[in-house]
Nanobody, 115 residues
């Protein structure tokens, strides 16, 4: 069972930036689409961004143009560059397979954006 460890969250003012990292304990090379998700208090977990092995990306409408997902298969890492952050981006962020039988969720990393 691959373990996922997310990091890089924190408290930032609106308009600021953060870069999240996700370290997988096993290979992600065979995983077609890796993704970042987020869960705000009282809300369901939602998909924020996904990236294929070939580097194709997709984003939730709410983050298009502000967030950039990337992956490094050699290092088993997935990243999320977040710019122009808004208070509504406040949530716990997780990474995992985009679909199918997912690995166990990591502890996530808290992102708090103040207005």
């Amino acid at each position: 069972q691959v373990q996922l460890v997310e990091s890089g969250g924190g408290l930032v003012q609106a308009g600021g930036s953060l870069r999240l990292s996700c370290a997988a304990s096993g290979t992600i090379f065979g995983i077609n689409v890796m993704a970042w998700f987020r869960q705000a208090p009282g809300k369901q977990r939602e998909l924020v961004a996904g990236i294929t092995n070939g580097g194709n990306t997709n984003y939730a409408d709410s983050v298009k143009g502000r967030f950039t997902i990337s992956r490094d298969n050699a290092k088993n890492m997935v990243y999320l560059q977040m710019n122009s952050l808004k208070p509504e981006d406040t949530a716990v962020y997780y990474c995992n397979k985009a679909s199918g039988l997912r690995w166990s969720w990591g502890q996530g990393t808290q992102v708090t954006v103040s207005s």
